[in-house]
């Protein structure tokens, strides 16, 4: 691992890396767009092109109205509990906290909606910390969120790496100075992914456990 030392902790993304959100994505987008925008077609295309980032800064990209946010979440919270857990993540998660490792989110969603979410799909208590974008400075692709996640774990950069499915998520953890590793199982735009140039891939869950070797301690 680029000569790393075994990592003592993993930042996991949300979105696409532990839960199948994007079904009731696209669908809260759409009530979002209609209710504020009015007619006509949706740019959810456009939109999942920002993924990983927070919600207010994709819709100033892309132009839109920030009162999208208010439907958008209200629909996100209502069809929570459709959305899937990708397979292999509980037992991954099982496994890392029974090797030692030291586990956070940080995600593109605010903090409250991000532990609601996984408190509904049941995997909340395997995380010590998770983080929203709303809680902190300068969302992704800014460092802060992976630099607060590390804090909180009390770990440093180099004992940490962080799991994401986003261009923004590679470029927080390289921007923070931990390892930045593409997790390719969810609709991730694979090219673009790789062409970020993240440390490892990911192809499944599962294949984290052979970077994450029981933590020996001191």
Aim: aromatic share 6%; proline share 8%.
């Amino acid at each position: 691992m680029t000569g790393r030392c075994p990592p003592l902790g993993v930042i996991f993304d949300l979105d696409g890396v532990l839960v199948n959100s994007f079904d009731v994505m696209r669908q809260a987008f759409l009530t979002a767009y209609a209710e504020v925008v009015g007619a006509g077609e949706a740019p959810f295309a456009e939109y999942n092109r920002h993924l990983g980032r927070y919600f207010p800064d994709i819709m100033r990209i892309m132009g839109l109205p920030l009162e999208m946010e208010e439907p958008f979440v209200r629909e996100s919270y209502r069809l929570a509990d459709q959305v899937p857990v990708f397979d292999g993540v509980p037992d991954l998660l099982r496994t890392l906290r029974k090797r030692g490792l030291r586990l956070a989110v940080a995600t593109g969603k605010s903090g409250p909606r991000a532990r609601s979410l996984l408190d509904v799909v049941g995997l909340l208590p395997d995380f010590e910390h998770v983080i929203g974008s709303d809680e902190v400075a300068n969302p992704k692709p800014a460092p802060d969120i992976v630099r607060h996640a590390l804090d909180r774990l009390g770990l440093g950069p180099d004992d940490a790496m962080m799991v994401g499915d986003a261009v923004t998520d590679l470029a927080s953890a390289k921007a923070a100075g931990t390892l930045a590793v593409a997790a390719l199982w969810g609709e991730t735009d694979e090219p673009s992914l790789l062409g970020a140039g993240p440390d490892m891939v990911l192809r499944e869950p599962a294949d984290l456990l052979a970077l994450c070797p029981e933590v020996v301690r001191h």
